[in-house]
């Protein structure tokens, strides 16, 4: 598979460390991305995320066959490992307690894509003119929408808006969910923490990853507008546009929190 691919975090106007963490990776097997979003005092949200990223990359390594039959358990089993490494160092030292991050994890192959979520950080893809978001919010605000209780546009302002009901750290175990799908030329998929989601409405996501712009410069784009909406929260922000079936090209590795690349 031949696909470009950008990555960016930015600490927001608010907030005065950034708690966000990324991973954007290739080999000739397999893409891996990934957004981490960290909640805690005393840095401790930073050291969630970073943990969070850590684990699940070191252990998809391993993964050289998106479409194996154990592809699918070894997403799984990579968030699990990684929801018990950051609870057990919450749990033994006293400053990381309370401490958690959610984590969105995208898998790209040949042909099929594996997505692993907890939390709600979120992966949106864009294929033949239309966005959706193929992950689904762990929140109080989303399990409102889902009763009906209220609309999508009144979630915006909801008081609840940033209250997740599941994260990486939360207790012992953590049920993540996970999907797959086909990948097709042309798709082009989003990772976004909620700093961006939560100040750039869908519709503009959608606008801007339909444009024939390089991932480098929608991934600065969406920063720049979610800052000039108010940056309330940290900000990241990782767009890969896939362009042919043809041999994955080499990739590189950004630092966790900030910069970007393209591979392929």
């Excluded at 950051?86 to 959610?102: C, H, L, Q, W």
């Excluded at 799908?181 to 996501?205: C, H, I, K, N, Y």
Aim: with cysteine; net charge negative; aromatic share 4%.
């Amino acid at each position: 598979m031949h696909f470009a691919v950008a990555a960016g975090s930015d600490v927001g106007r608010v907030r005065k460390g950034n708690e966000d963490s990324f991973f954007a990776d290739a080999n000739e097997y397999r893409g891996l991305f990934m957004v981490a979003d960290g909640m805690g005092g005393h840095a401790a949200g930073e050291v969630a995320s970073q943990m969070a990223v850590e684990v699940v990359s070191s252990d998809l390594e391993k993964l050289t066959d998106v479409e194996s039959a154990d592809a699918f358990e070894m997403v799984a089993l990579s968030l699990r490992h990684a929801n018990r490494a950051v609870f057990e160092r919450s749990a033994a030292e006293r400053d990381k307690m309370g401490m958690g991050s959610t984590a969105s994890v995208l898998v790209l192959g040949d042909a099929r894509f594996i997505i692993g979520h907890i939390g709600d950080s979120r992966i949106y893809l864009f294929r033949d003119g239309e966005m959706r978001q193929i992950t689904h919010d762990h929140s109080i605000v989303q399990e409102q929408i889902d009763a009906g209780l209220i609309t999508r546009d009144g979630a915006k302002n909801h008081k609840q808006s940033n209250v997740i009901t599941r994260c990486v750290g939360m207790g012992w175990d953590v049920e993540p969910d996970i999907t797959d799908g086909e990948v097709r030329q042309g798709d082009v998929f989003l990772l976004a923490s909620d700093g961006l989601t939560g100040m750039v409405d869908d519709w503009r996501l959608q606008q801007l990853l339909s444009s024939r712009a390089a991932p480098e410069r929608l991934v600065d784009a969406m920063i720049s507008e979610a800052n000039a909406r108010g940056g309330v929260d940290n900000i990241t922000a990782v767009v890969i546009r896939v362009h042919s079936s043809s041999a994955m090209a080499t990739g590189v590795h950004p630092t966790p929190a900030g910069g970007s690349n393209t591979i392929g």
